[in-house]
């Protein structure tokens, strides 16, 4: 960290001062007014409160707050705001002023160029050094933790930060918050920022799903700033008891079927609580082997907790109660929830105390609760015990077991003298050692008795002779044969479990790859056959329905068949598969039933949605061709009839108006039938687009043209600064036309249609903005329809078409249209776009 220089006024001997730190999720929550509010309270009091610096952003009620307190410098309420160097704070003058307590606003800011420190936290860190009190303000987007998540959040990068431990060091942490509707409503009313900057600040930084974000960000680091104090709180006073400040319900899986009934029940418990928090554990040994543990079972149980809102976590120990009670505590967790035993009662009785009653027996202050399941008493689900070594290893271990003592016997007889009786115990031990690692713990034992029998009668005095009538030589052999029998089972069962181990791994990398595949959608249903089929080395693998399942017959290569579904078994033809293998094959019979149903699905979707959108359309086509057609058609028939007519005089000014009431008609059903072609062309997929860099304001003045001569003319904002946008300009000209004809319907006189234009991480927003009824938000994609009019019961302005239009539109072009509230009331379409800056690299210009 770049910490500043100590100030040489510091004295090593004052205490320093106090840091108390107001945290906000945006500007305008009211943190400076909080700051303020806090100094007014403390001089109340009697305190000697100073203003170091504050920025108001000519907030009359924050400007308020300064009355009455003594500032070194002048507020942003009375000094120019583009000075900059107005806004930084003196250092020098308050710590000649030492006051014991000064208010610093916006603790991130970066120092004007010239001033000692490079950054504002820097001056506050010198402060506290001299002993003076300090009350801060800082935005969560400033914190140098989340600044790279705001951003991707907001699409604005942060240049200020301050590092997160300065303001983790604070003595008091406060946050202020406030509900993203108010703080939009306190912008919309012109509270924050003025009246010029409010609908680009809606449009971008301030949007519902921005500051909903921060809002959540800011909780959750304040709440570990909590969390974090109650922790040090907790260590330091020596306290291992539980504190129930909220339930946190730890439930203990083993792998096994009960997880998910375990699961379930520790949920409902925590649900019944506010802000009860589900912990899922599973303990796994040292040596990362687990007897009877599914992997599937547990990643299927990991997901389950996950979506009840819960979290998984595996720890390490050897000694599971010990394990389970050390998290808990560890988590400060008030229960804990345990499954019954699945070992039987004879099993109970022979090995003593179990993992339940020994937790119960470790847990003290925390609630144990033990869940009976279909699986209580009915005995562990243990793997197979079959033979882990091949035949020819079972055969030769017995032999070399008889062989290899007799051989050794005969070297070292020719030998004798040259090693004493302990070298030569000693080489008899290794032979053992050998065997054992050749055929087992059997042939161990057998190479240790014939091992010690020889080493009896040929090398023990008197040599050539069994003695078992001395004690001493009996204690020696015995010793020998357990010696050799202890460390012949530790090096079988070591080769076991390293066997198994590869095995488990290679089984995890193969189901994982696959897995992986099938979510991406990688691969086929017959991609993953013949996957299937390469790695069990089989002649051939295919999906066969229940009906045809092939007979074996002798002489055919073998079958190994697993179900599929209620309908399919998958067959493998080649050789036959044992128990593990089968095992891990229904693993990617369950991944073949997923992909083919996938498929299945996919392909009854893609048929039937071509049938269902034309029945929508032709549905809706015949309405409004039956109906909204009409009526253009009968007022231009009208018209031109009354003008054909010999019975009726008419007047060079009647004459005329039914020439605008023809013309007028012959118009709207022009507009009416070119809307109908153009849907028609882009659900065809016809339509083509000539894409290049547009400046909005060229189409802008022809799409208001289009507008009734005696509409309310809109109101334009950010259109001077716009940047060029990616797009087709008659087609634009076309979408801004039938947003700004669709506001204008609804806005009332006194509040004409806004257009404001911003410009946010390669995208250009287009914002047509009205003060009308608005929609409710379960109508805000129904109004993209074609031919809805949602209640509209006005036949004459058009069949209800323009919205979809205006949404295919930008599409087309690489944007999008999403319907927002206005703030106070309205509707607000966002048409954005890319900006041609961004995509000429990409995408170049001309037809596409």
Not at 258 to 269: F, H, K
Not at 722 to 729: E, G, K, R, T
Request: hydrophobic share 45%.
């Amino acid at each position: 960290m770049n910490r500043a220089a100590p100030s040489e006024s510091a004295d090593p001997e004052i205490s320093p001062g106090r840091l108390k730190v107001f945290v906000g999720a945006a500007t305008g929550v009211g943190k400076t007014y909080r700051m303020l509010d806090e100094g007014r309270r403390r001089a109340a009091r009697g305190a000697d409160v100073v203003v170091g610096v504050v920025d108001c952003h000519r907030r009359p009620h924050t400007e308020a707050m300064l009355a009455g307190l003594e500032a070194l410098v002048p507020s942003r309420a009375v000094v120019d705001a583009r000075v900059r160097s107005d806004l930084d704070l003196d250092l020098d003058r308050a710590l000649r002023r030492r006051p014991a307590l000064i208010l610093v606003d916006d603790l991130a800011r970066t120092n004007a160029p010239g001033h000692r420190n490079a950054h504002r936290w820097q001056d506050v860190e010198e402060l506290l050094a001299a002993g003076i009190d300090v009350v801060t303000t800082v935005n969560v987007q400033h914190l140098e933790s989340l600044s790279d998540v705001v951003e991707k959040i907001t699409g604005v990068p942060q240049d200020e930060t301050v590092p997160d431990a300065v303001v983790r060091r604070a003595d008091q942490i406060e946050l202020v918050d406030m509900d993203p509707q108010e703080l939009r409503r306190r912008m919309a009313h012109g509270n924050i920022h003025p009246p010029e900057d409010v609908d680009a600040a809606l449009a971008s930084y301030f949007r519902t799903g921005n500051l909903i974000a921060l809002r959540e960000l800011a909780l959750l680091w304040v709440a570990d700033r909590v969390d974090e104090a109650l922790r040090k709180y907790r260590s330091e006073r020596g306290i291992g008891g539980v504190w129930e400040i909220r339930e946190r319900i730890v439930v203990a899986l083993t792998g096994g079927p009960e997880g998910d009934t375990l699961i379930r029940r520790a949920s409902r418990i925590a649900a019944r609580t506010a802000q009860g928090r589900l912990l899922a554990v599973h303990v796994v040994r040292s040596d990362g082997l687990a007897t009877g543990t599914s992997s599937a079972a547990l990643a299927r149980q990991r997901q389950l907790a996950e979506s009840l809102g819960g979290t998984f976590h595996t720890v390490v120990g050897d000694d599971v109660p010990t394990a389970l009670v050390e998290f808990a505590r560890a988590e400060n967790a008030t229960q804990l929830i345990l499954g019954t035993s699945r070992r039987g009662r004879l099993e109970r009785f022979l090995t003593g105390r179990g993992i339940g009653e020994t937790t119960v027996a470790l847990s003290g202050d925390i609630d144990v609760h033990t869940v009976t399941h279909e699986r209580a008493g009915h005995g562990r689900l243990l793997p197979s015990r079959r033979h882990t070594l091949p035949v020819s290893r079972r055969v030769a271990g017995p032999l070399a077991g008889l062989v290899l003592p007799v051989l050794l016997t005969v070297l070292l007889d020719h030998t004798r003298g040259v090693f004493n009786l302990t070298s030569e115990a000693l080489l008899f031990l290794v032979t053992v050692v050998g065997v054992a690692c050749l055929g087992g713990v059997v042939s161990a034992l057998v190479a240790a008795v014939t091992a010690s029998l020889l080493l009896n009668y040929w090398f023990i005095p008197p040599v050539g002779a069994f003695t078992f009538a001395d004690a001493d030589n009996m204690l020696a052999l015995a010793v020998f044969v357990l010696v050799a029998a202890v460390m012949a089972g530790a090096v079988d069962r070591s080769l076991r479990l390293s066997r198994r181990a590869a095995r488990a791994a290679a089984e995890a990398e193969t189901l994982s790859s696959l897995a992986g595949s099938v979510v991406r959608g990688d691969h086929t249903v017959s991609d993953l056959l013949a996957r299937t089929r390469e790695i069990f080395g089989a002649e051939s693998a295919e999906l066969v329905p229940a009906a045809q399942l092939p007979a074996a017959h002798a002489g055919e290569p073998a079958v190994s068949q697993v179900a599929v579904g209620d309908s399919h078994f998958l067959v493998l033809r080649g050789r036959t598969l044992p128990s593990s293998d089968r095992r891990v094959l229904a693993a990617f019979a369950a991944h073949v039933t997923a992909a083919a149903e996938h498929a299945r699905l996919a392909e009854a979707a893609a048929e039937v949605e071509p049938v269902r959108a034309a029945d929508r359309m032709r549905t809706a086509l015949l309405a409004a061709v039956s109906h909204d057609l009409r009526t253009p058609l009968a007022a231009g028939w009208a018209a031109v009839a009354s003008l054909r007519s010999t019975d009726v005089e008419f007047t060079p000014d009647e004459r005329d108006e039914l020439l605008a009431t023809a013309d007028e008609a012959m118009a709207r059903l022009a507009r009416l039938i070119e809307n109908l072609l153009d849907m028609s062309r882009l659900q065809a997929g016809a339509l083509n687009l000539s894409l290049r860099p547009t400046a909005l304001e060229e189409v802008l003045s022809a799409a208001l043209d289009t507008l009734p001569s005696d509409a309310p003319r809109p109101v334009l904002h950010g259109f001077e600064q716009a940047p060029p946008v990616f797009a087709d300009p008659p087609l634009l000209e076309r979408v801004i036309a039938n947003l700004v004809g669709n506001a204008s319907r609804y806005a009332p006189t006194a509040h004409p249609v806004l257009l404001t234009v911003s410009a946010l991480a390669g995208r250009v927003e287009l914002r047509v903005v009205d003060r009308g009824p608005g929609l409710p938000p379960s109508d805000r994609e129904r109004v993209f329809e074609p031919f809805q009019r949602l209640g509209d019961t006005d036949n004459t302005t058009g069949v209800g078409l323009g919205l979809a239009l205006a949404r295919g539109l930008t599409e087309a072009m690489s944007g999008t249209l999403t319907p927002e509230d206005t703030p106070g009331g309205g509707l607000t379409m966002v048409v954005s776009l890319p900006c041609a800056s961004e995509t000429a690299d990409g995408h170049g210009t001309g037809d596409r």
